[in-house]
């Protein structure tokens, strides 16, 4: 079965620093892989996918996300931090088959303090 | 601008009531999820819709049933509310075209307490 992975809860970084977030997946076959955000109490918003293009995607709000298929990685990175970029955000893989359903990792909340 | 809405922000229901979560789009998708959401857990999908009066389960289909009886509307039901289903409830829709992957459009979530 697929599943993701975000390694680390929780993420606190200065403003103007680099973000990064981790997420690997697994999958026996050339996955879509998404990253979302979500605000407190909103929800959840795309920041931006890959589907088997290009390997660098660019997001909204400057984020980007490197596909690595060596690595099984998908980490999600924005050269410098501003104080709204604070939420939880999500990774996830589209499982093989029909739907568009969506497997989601547990989260990786941002924090950003001045 | 696409939207999803849900019915309500906050919910609180006793044990054993039967509870109505409703969920609408206004971009003709076909596809409509339900999941919820708890900390540590990430989202996990209660169940799924892809056409009208169609549905299947998710990865946590106990204790929830759905029902999608116009394509806007996709409705999930806690038959008799139990304190564990205590939980922020998100509801999601997604078109299909062709082989394309879309993305899932979120609505803004309920929080259901149970008491």
């Known amino acids: 079965a697929q599943s993701v992975t975000q390694l680390g809860s929780h993420v606190s970084v200065s403003e103007g620093a680099l973000v990064l977030l981790r997420c690997n997946y697994s999958s026996s076959v050339p996955p879509y892989l998404f990253w979302y955000v979500q605000y407190p109490n909103q929800g959840l918003q795309l920041l931006l996918k890959?589907?088997?293009?290009?390997?660098l995607v660019k997001g909204i709000n400057g984020f980007e996300a490197e596909f690595k298929k060596s690595e099984t990685s998908f980490h999600l990175t924005k050269p410098s931090a501003h104080m709204s970029d604070a939420a939880e955000y999500f990774c996830?893989?589209?499982?093989?088959?029909?739907?568009?359903?969506?497997?989601f990792g547990a989260g990786t909340r941002l924090a950003v303090h001045p | 601008d696409v939207k999803v809405t849900q019915s309500s922000r906050y919910l609180v229901k006793r044990t054993g009531e039967k509870v109505f979560l409703e969920c609408v789009q206004d971009?003709?998708?076909?596809?409509m999820f339900w999941y919820r959401q708890d900390p540590g857990l990430g989202l996990r999908l209660i169940y799924f819709?892809?056409?009208?009066?169609?549905?299947e389960k998710g990865d946590i289909p106990e204790g929830y049933s759905v029902s999608r009886e116009k394509k806007e509307r996709f409705s999930l039901i806690l038959e008799s509310a139990s304190t564990n289903q205590t939980s922020m409830y998100l509801c999601a829709s997604s078109s299909v075209s062709g082989r394309a992957v879309n993305e899932q459009f979120f609505g803004p979530g309920t929080r259901l307490t149970v008491l």
């Open positions: 890959y589907t088997s293009a290009a390997t």
């Open positions: 996830a893989v589209k499982p093989s088959g029909g739907y568009n359903k969506l497997i």
């Open positions: 819709s892809y056409d009208v009066k169609m549905k």
């Open positions: 971009m003709d998708h076909e596809n």
